[in-house]
Nanobody, 126 residues
C-alpha cells in the first residue's frame, strides 16, 4: 500500500496563489507516475496535472496551462502543485494520486491510478 497525504489547501482570493503538497509513503516513490486531480460539487473528477516517474515529462489540463506547475522530489517522496492566478472555477477538492508505471510517460486518466489521497479543499473567492 502507498499512503498519500495532501496539504496546502485553503481559501484564497481570485488572482492569488496556493501551493499543494503531497507526501507519499509505503512504496518506492520513483516507481510511480503522479498526478493531481480535482472534483467540484456535481462534477466528475478531472485531471489537473500529471508528472512522469523522473519528473521529466508533465501534462496539464488546458484550463490550468500557464497557471499551474507540477513538480516532484523523489528524494523527499513529495509531489507539489503550484497554483497561480487562481480563479473561482478552480474551486474544488484536489486529490493526489499515484500510478505504478513501467514506462517513462505520464498517466492522465483516473483508471490508470492505483492510490489516492483523501483530498484537500481549495476555495477561490471572487
Amino acid at each position: 500500500q502507498m499512503q498519500l497525504v495532501e496539504s496546502g489547501g485553503g481559501l484564497v482570493q481570485a488572482g492569488g496563489s496556493l501551493r499543494l503538497s503531497c507526501a507519499a509513503s509505503g512504496r518506492t516513490f520513483s516507481s510511480y507516475a503522479m498526478g493531481w486531480f480535482r472534483q467540484a460539487p456535481g462534477k466528475e473528477r478531472e485531471i489537473v496535472a500529471a508528472i512522469s516517474r523522473s519528473g521529466g515529462r508533465t501534462r496539464y489540463a488546458d484550463s490550468v496551462k500557464g497557471r499551474f506547475t507540477i513538480s516532484r522530489d523523489n528524494a523527499k517522496n513529495t509531489v507539489d502543485l503550484q497554483m497561480n492566478s487562481l480563479k473561482p472555477e478552480d474551486t474544488a477538492v484536489y486529490f493526489c494520486a499515484a500510478a505504478f508505471y513501467i514506462s517513462l510517460g505520464v498517466a492522465t486518466t483516473p483508471d490508470e491510478y492505483d492510490y489516492w489521497g483523501q483530498g484537500t479543499q481549495v476555495t477561490v473567492s471572487s
